[in-house]
Nanobody, 126 residues
């Protein structure tokens, strides 16, 4: 049974910070690329950030670059998303995802991610 379980969501004021965590189980995710997507009410799901299996390469959406940082701990088979300087437009359900690999040409495509968590709500008040 493959599982990705997110935690760390919540309510925060604009300008604040949150750290999302995603714990993976069920197979060797240390060899997988992992990432985060989000979906706001009435909007399509959008890419947020991704990291390759070793952590040597990271990718970010322009809207979060410089504010969010993705990292991973392969010993714990976990991935994290540190979110700083949060804005009301960051409000969304955030999903942890995993893919066999990511490249500069495909990291933001939903179809390459085989596994998805159930999501965690992030709400940023103005």
């Amino acid at each position: 049974q493959v599982q990705l379980v997110e935690s760390g969501g919540g309510l925060v004021q604009a300008g604040g910070s949150l750290r999302l965590s995603c714990a993976a189980s069920g197979r060797t995710f240390s060899s997988y690329a992992m990432g985060w997507f989000r979906q706001a009410p009435g909007k399509e799901r959008e890419f947020v950030a991704a990291i390759n299996w070793s952590g040597s390469k990271t990718y970010y959406a322009d809207s979060v670059k410089g504010r969010f940082t993705i990292s991973r701990d392969n010993a714990k088979i976990a991935v994290y998303l540190q979110m700083n300087s949060l804005k009301p437009e960051d409000t969304a359900v955030y999903y942890c995802v995993a893919a066999p690999y990511v490249m500069s040409s495909n990291y933001d495509l939903t179809r390459i991610y085989d596994y998805w968590g159930q999501g965690t709500q992030v709400t940023v008040s103005s």
